[in-house]
């Protein structure tokens, strides 16, 4: 039987200004809308009041038997409640971080200790109760939901309580893309203080994608700005109990680099995201990622 995560985002909560958000119990509407979920799995549930009755009242679970991890806490930050608060927010969830940011936990930083949190309990099926900022993160770095404005749109639609159920492991899909040359197209990525190393294009399944082929196509385009014939399944991977990837065939039919489109396109930070066409047998003098695709493409070469 296949593994399942259940994010189970917190209900309403009675806001007390006179406390802090931590402490704030849900209301009775969010008590409610709790109990009516009825959720099967091992409960996990971030240390926040809210979030913890919230994860008692959507599973049945006896208070003292759920789990609490601080990996799934929401976003550590300094912030006051003003006109402009939920700007910041906005700004946040969609990795445009400026001077209202300066105190807050990136979202790198909170997709990792999340992920962190996931692998830390390998149940059948965990309900990890959390908090919106916090689990839109970690859905944006897994690919599931686009980075800037629709994670922000995704992050605006969710509702007190909410429920997103993934079944594992959640695939990544790349192309070893070739072009009418034989040439394999890969990726070189090149930071400040770092070694360059190469990578083949592709990403996570989002959401929206119907199939993992769709999801290639979208990545290609959005990587390379490129059209491609997607064949089969050349070799796959675990990556760790969460994720996996998947290494397709695809034969390069157009490829124009100024449609690329991404986030990473407008960090500086992240560096250089080099488009390169490198012969086959040139491979292993590349410091390729993951290492494990040199025999793949050798074999497939020969």
């Known amino acids: 039987m296949r593994r399942k995560i259940t994010l189970l985002r917190h209900g309403m909560p009675e806001v007390d200004a006179s406390v802090s958000p931590e402490e ?6 969010g008590a409610a809308a709790a109990s009516a979920l009825r959720l099967d799995g091992t409960a996990v549930s971030s240390p926040e009041l809210k979030a913890r009755q919230t994860t008692v009242l959507a599973t049945g679970a006896e208070e003292g038997t759920v789990v609490q991890d601080a990996r799934f806490r929401e976003v550590d930050r300094e912030e006051l409640v003003h006109d402009d608060f939920r700007s910041a927010r906005r700004a ?7 001077e209202r940011h300066v105190s807050w936990e990136t979202p790198d930083d909170v997709a990792q200790r999340f992920h962190e949190g996931l692998l830390a309990h390998p149940a059948e099926h965990i309900v990890v109760g959390t908090h919106g900022m916090a689990l839109t993160a970690w859905t944006v770095a897994q690919g599931l939901i686009e980075a800037g404005d629709p994670a922000v749109a995704f992050w605006e639609t969710l509702r007190f309580p909410d429920v997103i159920e993934l079944d594992l492991p959640l695939p990544r899909v790349r192309a070893l893309l070739t072009d009418d040359d034989g040439r394999i197209i890969l990726i070189k990525r090149t930071r400040a203080g770092h070694a360059p190393y190469w990578t083949t294009p592709g990403g996570g399944m989002a959401l929206s994608d119907a199939t993992p082929e769709d999801a290639l196509r979208r990545e290609l385009r959005e990587e390379l700005g490129a059209e491609a014939w997607i064949g ?19 034969r ?51």
């Open 24 to 29: 704030w119990p849900l209301s009775s509407d």
């Open 92 to 98: 946040w969830v969609a990795g445009r971080l400026d």
């Open 232 to 250: 089969e399944v050349i070799h796959e991977r675990r990556i760790d109990g969460i994720r996996s990837e998947i290494f397709y065939a695809a």
């Open 252 to 302: 390069l039919t157009g490829i124009d680099p100024s449609r690329r489109n991404g986030p990473e396109f407008d960090d500086p930070s992240r560096g250089r995201y080099d488009i390169e066409r490198v012969a086959l047998d040139r491979i292993a003098d590349l410091d390729l990622r993951p290492a494990e695709l040199v025999p793949v493409l050798r074999a497939t070469s020969a």
